[in-house]
């Protein structure tokens, strides 16, 4: 999923909470149902605009009791985790297109 799915916009909550202010966001219930009560592994994938990978982490089954927690987990994962990269930066953000898999 790409462009202005919850699951994306919901990836990108996280990624600027954690990222510009260094916050673990909690799940809101204002998320979609599929979001709060839907179990799933997910992958998501952080691009630059030019098309460089920046950054995939995800899970095949799920680890987390709701497909939400894992959209969370995975994004700061593949934003400051993945090993073949440094940590996403603030200054980064803008440049970073992310799509998300749920298997």
Sequence with gaps: MKGNSPHVKWAWTVLESF????????????????????KAGCFVTLHKKNGDLRGCIGTILPMKD???????????AA????????????????DIIISIDVL
């Design 79 to 94: 934003a400051t985790r993945d090993p073949r990269f440094h940590p996403l930066s603030k200054e980064e953000l803008n």
């Design 66 to 76: 709701t497909l939400a927690e894992e959209i969370r987990d995975n994004a700061i």
């Design 19 to 38: 990222i510009i202010q260094g916050v673990y966001p909690d799940i809101p219930g204002s998320l979609s149902t599929e979001l709060i009560s839907k």
